[in-house]
C-alpha cells in the first residue's frame, strides 16, 4: 500500500523545491522588468548595500531564515515578500502535481479535470509537458499580478512567453504517447480542422496588423497620452478615449479577416472534423488565446465607446489571452465571468479591514482579480460550473413553482 505513495511523495517533494526556484525568479523579473533592469545580471544583491549574495543566502525560503531577515552585510530587514511568494508558489505547483497524479481516488471533481483519468492514466512521464505549461502559466500569473499591483503595469514580455511556452507545449504534448481511450479529456479544448486553420489565419492577420503598426501604416492608439496627461495623469482626463477605439479596430481588422478567410481553406483541401492530435492541441491553445484576449478587448472597447475612457488596460487584454493559451477558452472565459467577484470581495476587505489603510485598503488594478480567478478556476472549475448548474435549476420556471407553493 504504502509502495505506491512512494513516486508521488518524490514528485510531490520535487514539485515543491522546484515551485520554491521558480518563486525566487519570479521575484527578480517581477522587481527588475518594470525598472528597466535585466534579469540576468548582475547576480542578485541587497538593493540597499549591493551585498551579493552567496548560494547559500539565494536559496529559496531557506536563505531568508537563515539569514533571520537581514542583510548579512548591512543588516537591514529584507522584505517579508520573497520567502512568501517562493513559498506560495511552491504550494501552488505541489497542490497541481498532488491533484493531478496523486495515487486516491476522484477529489469529488476538483481541479482542472484532475479527477478525469488523463493526467493520472497518461502519468508526468507521458503528460510532462501539459504539465509544464500550467504550472508556467501559473508563475506567469504570479509575476503579472506583482507587476501589475506595484506599477499599475503588466510587462507584455510576461504574457507573451506564457503563451509561447503554452503554444509549444500543447503542441509538444500531442506527439507524445495518448492513449485512443483519453482523446476525449485532454484537459483542454482541441480544435477541428476548420477552427484551427481560423486560428492560423487570425495569427497571420496579427503579424501583418503588428508590420504596418512597426512600419508607421497604422496608428498606435493613446500615442500622445503623455503629452495631453501626463505621465501621472488620470485615465479621466484624456480627452479622446473613443477616437481611439477605431485605431484598435483598425489594428484587429486583418486578424478578422484572415480568420474568416482560412477557415475556407480546409473545405478545399477536403479536411473535415477532428484535427490530428498536435493540431488539435496547437489549435486549442492558440483559440483559448483569441477568446481569452479578445473577450476583454470587446469588453474595453465597448466600454471605452460608453463611458468616453479607457474601459479596461491592454495588459489585462494580454493576461487573460495568457490564461486562455494554457488553460484553453472555456477555463479562459469562467475566469473573466468570476473575477468581478474577486473585486468585490476585495473592496469589502478593504472597507471592513483596511478602513481605507493598510495592506487591504490600497487600490488594486484589475489584472490581479483575474488571475486569481484564473487560479480559483483551475482548482474548482467543476465545484464552479455544479454550482452554477445548481443556481440555474433553482431559477428555472418550474423550481419557482415548486418554491412558491
Known sequence: ?????????????????????????????????????????????????????????????????????????CRLPISLRYPLVESLLACLFLATFVLFYGPFDRLDGWGLDAASPWWELQGFSRSWSAFIVVVFALAGLLTMTLMDADTMTIDIAVPTVVSLVAWV????????????????????????????????????????????????????????????????????????????????????????????????LPSLFGLHGAACQPIALLGGALLGWIVGGGIVWLVRILGTFAFGREAMGLGDVHLLAAVGAAFGWKLALLSFFIAPFSGLLWSLLGKVLG?????FGRELPYGPHLALA????????????SLGAMFEMLASPVAMNELSK
Not at 478602513?355 to 495592506?359: A, C, E, I, L, S
Not at 484564473?374 to 460550473?385: D, G, M, S, T
Request: aromatic content about 12%; some cysteine; hydrophobic content about 50%.
Open 1 to 73: 500500500m504504502f509502495a505506491q505513495w512512494v513516486p508521488a511523495l518524490i514528485g510531490a517533494a520535487f514539485a515543491f523545491a522546484f515551485g520554491a526556484c521558480v518563486g525566487s525568479f519570479v521575484n527578480v523579473v517581477a522587481w527588475r522588468l518594470p525598472n528597466g533592469e535585466s534579469i540576468v545580471t548582475p547576480p542578485s544583491r541587497c538593493p540597499k548595500c549591493g551585498h551579493q549574495l552567496s548560494w547559500r543566502e539565494n536559496m529559496p525560503i531557506l536563505g531568508w531564515l537563515m539569514l533571520r531577515g537581514r542583510c548579512k552585510s
Open 169 to 264: 507545449g500543447w503542441t509538444v504534448q500531442g506527439f507524445l504517447p495518448e492513449s485512443r481511450s483519453l482523446r476525449g479529456l485532454v484537459p483542454i479544448p482541441v480544435a477541428t480542422w476548420e477552427v484551427g486553420f481560423a486560428c492560423l489565419g487570425f495569427m497571420i492577420g496579427l503579424c501583418v496588423s503588428l508590420w504596418l503598426l512597426k512600419t508607421g501604416r497604422l496608428r498606435r492608439s493613446f500615442a500622445d497620452w503623455h503629452e495631453v496627461v501626463g505621465s501621472e495623469g488620470d485615465g479621466a482626463l484624456y480627452p479622446h478615449a473613443r477616437r481611439e477605439m477605431f485605431a484598435e479596430l483598425a489594428f484587429l481588422a486583418p486578424p478578422i479577416a484572415g480568420a474568416g478567410l482560412a477557415c475556407l
Open 355 to 359: 478602513k481605507g489603510k493598510g495592506f
Open 374 to 385: 484564473a487560479v480559483v478556476v483551475l482548482f474548482a472549475r467543476p465545484a464552479i460550473v
